[in-house]
Nanobody, 125 residues
Framework: QVQLVESGGGLVQTGGSLRLSCAAS????????GGWFRQAPGKEREFVAA????????YYADSVKGRFTISRDGAKNTVYLQMNSLKPEDTAVYYC??????????????????WGQGTQVTVSS
């Protein structure tokens, strides 16, 4: 069993930055890939970024490439999402997730077994 708790969301102006954290509990988290998804009102949940269980490979949605960076700290059992150059269209609830596909995480939410409760990110224009 893995429990995920996100933090770091908030209100920021266009062009600003935020860093989201996802703290995991559970001995097996180190073998899971970590991912971030987001869901805006009235829209489906969409993939943002993923990192393999060792942190060696990262994957991004085209909409955030070059602006967002995902990373993980194995010692702290934490996955991070650094978000720079934020835009109003980045406004959403951001969810952390853990995938059993530790070395090849994909963009489908169905691949992810565990989810956090979400943290709100609002970017004002």
């Amino acid at each position: 069993q893995v429990q995920l708790v996100e933090s770091g969301g908030g209100l920021v102006q266009t062009g600003g930055s935020l860093r989201l954290s996802c703290a995991a509990s559970g001995r097996t988290f180190s073998s899971y890939a970590g991912g971030w998804f987001r869901q805006a009102p009235g829209k489906e949940r969409e993939f943002v970024a993923a990192v393999t269980w060792r942190g060696g490979s990262t994957y991004y949605a085209d909409s955030v490439k070059g602006r967002f960076t995902i990373s993980r700290d194995g010692a702290k059992n934490t996955v991070y999402l650094q978000m720079n150059s934020l835009k109003p269209e980045d406004t959403a609830v951001y969810y952390c997730a853990a995938s059993v596909s530790g070395s090849s995480p994909g963009p489908s939410p169905y691949e992810y077994r565990y989810w956090g409760q979400g943290t709100q990110v609002t970017v004002s224009s």
